[in-house]
Nanobody, 118 residues
């Protein structure tokens, strides 16, 4: 059974930085795609950024160059470096791992809270 665990959230002032980490364990198969999503109170979950197993990245427009997604393929580990954070970046941040082989399907973590104060 694949388990996805996020870490690194916290409280930061506007303009500050945070680094989120995610690990998908329980399988030796590499995920096809891994990504970060977020959900603000009263809003739908939205994609922040994703990266495939051949290094194709995709960012949401609101990132505006402030975030960088990176991945360690050998360990199904994912990172999100966030800088120039804004109060509107506040929300629960989730990691998703998509597998095409082995334990095929989508696996989500429980989320880590990011709060940006003004």
């Amino acid at each position: 059974q694949v388990q996805v665990v996020e870490s690194g959230g916290g409280l930061v002032q506007a303009g500050g930085s945070l680094r989120l980490s995610c690990s998908a364990s329980g399988t030796l198969v590499g995920a096809k795609t891994m990504g970060w999503y977020r959900q603000a109170p009263g809003k739908q979950r939205e994609l922040i950024a994703s990266v495939t197993n051949n290094d194709i990245t995709n960012y949401a427009d609101f990132v505006e160059g402030r975030f960088t997604i990176s991945r360690l393929y050998a360990k199904n580990t994912l990172y999100l470096e966030m800088s120039s954070l804004k109060p509107e970046d506040t929300g629960a941040y989730y990691c998703r791992a998509h597998f095409m082989l082995g334990p095929s399907g989508d696996y989500w973590g429980q989320g880590t809270q990011v709060t940006v104060s003004s």
